[in-house]
């Protein structure tokens, strides 16, 4: 089983890594193509298409081949669409391979959860929020070469190559350790009694989900901007914004399987939205820089274990009596909260073109206290689902059809 901790661990690196691999590299691809902010914005459109679409059939990917093909085919698929789309100088086909990277984007990231809630589910201890970890350092070291990659001015062709054979060499090492599926071994596994869409407990662990990349997306994209405009410092300071944020999130996932497992996951996700929530807060509304910085670094603190909890409970709430399941609801959750990462920076634009950014800030913090009421809702809907479940059971074994 460490094994198997260890290799999730590191997937949820590469995952980070690759996605952290091209974003950097934006304005060289830009001048490579030619392209202005309009025709990047639609190729981004399109990336985010392919992400949604194969995120919402990932579950039933990852029920008939198992978690370990469908993290070996979408890590290999990042692979070589990476390198291609450093290679390209029409905007047709950058369009095309943007779809691809996003395809192998949300397959990956619900067959690596998949796998995680299965190791989490044999270890018998919350361990999402570690695996989470994971994909926060390996964006930092992605990030870092990246910035490493455009100093020493190597082409995008040459940087996403040589990030692609480290990328499948470091598959090849740690494949073995992977698990075959969250199921049982024996065959498929069968359809859940309730589909996730009818499930109300669900859908409030979508809402934290998705909570939580509304605000991680604000922070990611509109920090740095908030402290030019807002405090009036130069770009450099202002990156420190995000660096604080990205920095604490990372550090407080690997606390946060202690967390859980010592407060519960209903407080975790409480405390942590209401941390969040004071963090945006301070930073939008208190004219001290320092102050706006750590305001950034508590909320990463605060929203570290929203997204890993949220997909662990999901997890945990499709599980059947032979250990299995869970796929589709991990599916259902990560695909309600990708449109976060989608609607929430334009969300966050249009409110600050209509007051000021700032006010777009206290929006994101309002938001982020209704991760802590979802969770709430959420643990009282798992009761209420428990108990109906308990009811039906005793009247079936009241009627005498179970022995």
């Known amino acids: 089983m460490a094994g198997a901790r260890v290799a999730v661990f590191v997937v949820f690196g590469l995952c980070g890594a690759v996605n952290a691999s091209w974003a950097p590299r934006v304005p060289a691809l830009a001048a490579q193509l030619r392209a202005g902010p309009g025709q990047l914005g639609l190729s981004l459109l399109v990336m985010t298409a392919g992400m949604l679409m194969t995120a919402a059939v990932s579950g039933r990917m990852v029920e008939r081949f198992g978690s370990r093909s469908v993290i070996v085919g979408s890590v290999l698929l990042s692979c070589v669409v990476l390198p291609i789309l450093g290679t390209l100088h029409s905007m047709i086909g950058f369009a095309i ?19 995680g809630v299965g190791v989490e589910r044999r270890l018998g201890r919350p361990i999402m929020p570690i695996f989470h970890a994971g994909y ?29 054979v480290a990328v499948a060499v470091v598959l090849v090492v740690v494949v073995r350790g992977l698990p075959r599926s969250a199921s049982r071994a024996g065959g498929p596994a069968p359809a859940p009694r309730v589909a996730p869409g009818r499930r109300p407990v669900l859908w409030l662990l979508a809402a934290i989900a998705l909570l939580s990349a509304i605000a991680e997306g604000a922070s990611s994209d509109w920090s740095a901007l908030l402290l030019v405009t807002a405090h009036g410092v130069g770009q450099g300071t202002a990156a420190l914004a995000l660096s604080a944020f990205s920095l604490a999130m990372a550090l407080a996932r690997l606390g946060g399987a202690w967390v859980q497992r010592r407060f519960g996951a209903t407080r975790s996700l409480a405390v942590g939205g209401l941390l969040a929530a004071l963090g945006l807060v301070t930073a939008a509304t208190v004219p001290v820089t320092a102050l706006a910085i750590a305001g950034f670094g508590l909320a990463g603190a605060g929203l570290a274990a929203s997204f890993p909890i949220a997909l662990g409970l999901a997890g945990a709430a499709g599980r059947r009596d032979d250990g299995g ?11 309600i909260a990708y449109t976060g990462f989608v609607g ?34 959420a643990e009282r809907a798992r009761r209420r689902e428990l108990a109906a479940n308990l009811g039906r059971e005793h009247g079936v074994r009241g009627t005498g059809l179970v022995s």
Not at 156 to 162: C, G, Q, S
Not at 325 to 335: C, D, K, L, P, S
């Open 325 to 335: 399941g869970g796929e589709r609801e991990v599916a259902f959750v990560t695909t």
């Open 97 to 115: 391979a943007m779809a691809g990277v996003g395809a192998a984007s949300g397959a990956l990231d619900v067959s690596m959860n998949v796998a």
């Open 136 to 164: 926060s350092f390996g964006g930092l070291a992605g990030s870092a070469a990246a910035g490493l990659a455009a100093a020493g001015h190597w082409s995008p062709t040459r940087h996403f190559l040589v990030a692609a």
């Open 344 to 377: 929430g920076p334009p969300m966050i634009g249009g409110i600050a073109q209509l007051t000021s950014l700032s006010a777009s800030f206290v929006v994101v913090g309002a938001l982020a206290v209704l991760i802590a009421l979802a969770a709430v809702g």
